[in-house]
């Protein structure tokens, strides 16, 4: 009997999760067992069964394998639920000390960025959007984090996938300028939102990165304009940027 044949079934599909998890790219199922090393049938029926329950999908239908929705929840969620959640609001508590206005943790989903931790400014003028909520990719800070961390190809399907909804007049609603705009966050490492989703808010943001440097979360900071200046903000930027840097720290660990 070799090795892999005494592998449980439970985790062998924890397994190919975990393959897939690591990759910056869809894969099919034989470049999943190049990996693994498990009978080709049963990786072949696993991908299969994990794709029929939401787990996974397949762009377009290829024979290519990504991470779906109800995975991306579920690593959310325990992370959420993971006692690293008390010091990654600590960290946050600390960013909204120094900086004083709402500082949001956000994360991808299919539709936007939901947020998944805040600490409210003690202003009592405040904007508030609160936990659990979901705000578009294409107008605001966080979500352009995301869009910017894309590989070109990647970042103009999706953008040319959006609806460019003008939530205020401030709002990119032409697919190559907001292309060009991601070109620039990318190459500068923090975006900002300009009055871009809402009237009179301003934000920045940074992305939060996972030891291989990929794209995991945002970290932002938002306030009314007439009391948040934007020229302030990026001078301040480091601020975002090392507790950035103190959440991937905390996040991704060893145990």
């Not at 960290?91 to 939901?114: F, H, K």
């Not at 400014?121 to 995301?146: E, Y």
Request: charged residues 20%; glycine residues 6%.
């Amino acid at each position: 009997m070799s090795p892999t044949d005494r592998i449980p079934t439970n985790l062998r599909t924890l397994l190919i999760l975990e393959v897939l998890g690591k990759s910056d790219h869809p894969m099919t199922a034989t470049q999943i067992n190049e990996q693994l090393g498990l009978p080709k049938q049963t990786v072949h029926r696993l991908c299969v069964t994990l794709e029929e329950n939401g787990f996974l999908t397949r762009p377009g239908k290829s024979k290519s394998y990504q991470v779906a929705r109800r995975l991306r929840d579920l690593g959310s969620g325990l992370l959420h639920n993971s006692r690293d959640h008390v010091a990654r609001h600590q960290i946050l508590t600390d960013v909204a000390r120094q900086i004083g206005e709402t500082v949001n943790y956000a994360v991808p989903g299919n539709s936007g960025m939901n947020y998944l931790d805040r600490v409210e400014t003690d202003w009592p003028f405040r904007i508030q959007l609160p936990i659990g909520s979901s705000v578009p990719f294409h107008c605001t800070a966080s979500g352009k984090t995301f869009l910017a961390s894309l590989a070109p190809q990647k970042r103009k399907t999706l953008v040319a996938s959006l609806n460019l909804k003008a939530m205020t007049r401030h709002t990119l609603v032409d697919p190559q300028k907001l292309l060009d705009q991601l070109a620039t966050i990318r190459k500068q490492g923090y975006s900002l939102d300009q009055e871009e989703f809402l009237d009179g808010m301003v934000a920045i943001a940074v992305p939060v990165l996972d030891p291989a440097s990929r794209y995991f979360a945002a970290l932002a900071y938002h306030g009314p304009a007439q009391r948040m200046s934007l020229k302030e903000a990026v001078e301040r930027k480091h601020i975002l940027h090392d507790a950035a840097t103190r959440l991937s720290s905390v996040l991704f660990q060893e145990d």
